[in-house]
C-alpha cells in the first residue's frame, strides 16, 4: 500500500511522525493514532459524529460493519440497488499498481487491496481516519479517488468535491456515485440528491468524462416499496418503521434485479436510484 507524507488539514504544513502519532511543528499540535490508524478528526466533531450515529437503523448498520465480507454481501444482495454501469473497480483497473488510489468514505469496503480507504470513523478496513472536507494530504498528491455514496451524507458536498480536486494530480480522475430517486437513509444522515445536471454543475471545476446510471429505476422502485410497506404497516411508530424498514429489503430484494434488464436503458436516467461519475482535474 502506498504512503504519504501527512500535512496539517487545514494549513498543509508538513507534520511529522512523532510518537503514537503526528505533530505539526509550527503549531506544535499533535494528532493521536486512533486504533494504530492514523487520525486527523478533532475530538468535538469526532463526539458529534459519534452521537449522530444513534438510533436502530445506525446501531444494526455499525454492528454489521465488524464483518466487512458479510456486510458488503448484504449490501449487494438485498439492499435496495441493483449495481449497473461502470464500476469502481472498473476505473481502478486504469490505473498502475503504483498509483496512489484513495478511497473517502470508505467504510469497511476495500475494492482493491492497494487503495488507501479513508473515513471520518475508525472501521477494521479503514487506513487515516480523516474528515473529508480538510485530508491531512498535500496538493496534487493523489493519482485517483473514489467517493461512492459519501456526499449525499454531508452537510456541504461542495467542499469535499473542491478537496478531491485540491489532492488529485493534474490529470487525475475521481469516481462518484450519488443518488438521484433514494428513500431517506441516514448513516449518520441524510442531506442531498442530485439530477444529472445537478452532478455535472457540482464537478464542474473539472472535466467530466463520463456520466452514467448506476442503479436503475429498478432499484429506486424498490426503496420506494420498502419505505411505502414501513410507513403503512408501522401506523405511524416510529420504532416498528424503523424494524420494518430492516426487514422490508428481505421481501422486495428480487425487484432491483429488473434493472439488469432496464437499466441499460437512455430513459433510465429519469428515474435512477444512483448515478456514477468520472471527472478528471485539469
Not at 500535512?7 to 499533535?30: D, I, K, M, Q, W
Not at 430517486?181 to 448513516?187: D, L, M, Q, T
Request: charged fraction near 20%; hydrophobic fraction near 45%; glycine fraction near 8%.
Amino acid at each position: 500500500m502506498q504512503t504519504l507524507p501527512f500535512v496539517h488539514p487545514l494549513s498543509h504544513a508538513p507534520l511529522v511522525r512523532e510518537g503514537n502519532g503526528y505533530r505539526c511543528p509550527g503549531t506544535n499540535e499533535f494528532f493521536p493514532d486512533q486504533h494504530g490508524v492514523p487520525s486527523f478528526v478533532a475530538a468535538d466533531l469526532a463526539s458529534h459524529m459519534d452521537e449522530e450515529r444513534t438510533g436502530l437503523i445506525n446501531t444494526v448498520k455499525t454492528l454489521l460493519r465488524k464483518y466487512p465480507k458479510f456486510y458488503v454481501f448484504l449490501i449487494f444482495m438485498i439492499s435496495p440497488v441493483c449495481f449497473t454501469g461502470i464500476s469502481a473497480k472498473r476505473f481502478l483497473n486504469r490505473y498502475k499498481k503504483d498509483a496512489l488510489m484513495l478511497n473517502i468514505g470508505s467504510g469497511v469496503h476495500r475494492p482493491h487491496p492497494d487503495i488507501i480507504n479513508t473515513d471520518i470513523f475508525y472501521y477494521k478496513e479503514v487506513d487515516l481516519v480523516a474528515n473529508a472536507e480538510q485530508l491531512p494530504l498535500p496538493d496534487g498528491s493523489v493519482d485517483g479517488i473514489l467517493c461512492e455514496s459519501l456526499l449525499e451524507h454531508v452537510p456541504h458536498p461542495e467542499k469535499i468535491v473542491a478537496e478531491m480536486y485540491r489532492v488529485l494530480k493534474p490529470g487525475g480522475a475521481m469516481y462518484i456515485v450519488i443518488p438521484f430517486v433514494y428513500p431517506f437513509h441516514a448513516c449518520p444522515n441524510d442531506f442531498y440528491r442530485w439530477s444529472i445536471t445537478g452532478l455535472r454543475e457540482m464537478l464542474k471545476a473539472g472535466e467530466i468524462e463520463d456520466i452514467g446510471v448506476r442503479a436503475g429505476a429498478s432499484s429506486a422502485l424498490m426503496g420506494q416499496l420498502c419505505t411505502w410497506t414501513a410507513i403503512v404497516f408501522s401506523f405511524g411508530w416510529e420504532p416498528l418503521y424503523n424494524v420494518l424498514c430492516l426487514l422490508t429489503p428481505l421481501v422486495f430484494f428480487p425487484v432491483k434485479f429488473l434493472d439488469l434488464l432496464f437499466g441499460w436503458y437512455p430513459t433510465a436516467i429519469h428515474g435512477a436510484g444512483q448515478f456514477y461519475a468520472i471527472a478528471r482535474k485539469k
